[in-house]
């Protein structure tokens, strides 16, 4: 399965907001706490938006191959 630049990038965010979050909670201090965490979010909000949607056509495709196979009894 391949991926993108993108999703790389977004990776790569979400690895260090999740290691400087709680590095800075315990650690490091509430500043580089609040920046870990809202990189956390960055990269979580930069998946949620290359995310591929679902498209209606594709959803009635599926829905067509489902009723065909439950009348046909096809498996």
């Known amino acids: 399965m391949g991926s993108t630049s993108a999703q790389g990038w977004y990776l790569f965010m979400f690895i260090v907001g ?5 590095a800075g909670l315990f650690a490091l201090g509430w500043p580089i706490a609040l920046i870990g965490f809202a990189i ?3 990269g979580l909000v930069g ?5 591929d949607p679902a498209t209606q056509d594709s959803l009635g495709v599926e829905s067509k191959r489902a009723t065909a196979m439950a009348r046909t009894g096809a498996h």
């Not at 998946?47 to 995310?51: A, D, T």
């Open 47 to 51: 998946f949620r938006s290359i995310k």
């Open 40 to 42: 956390l979010v960055a």
């Open 18 to 22: 999740f290691t400087l979050g709680p």
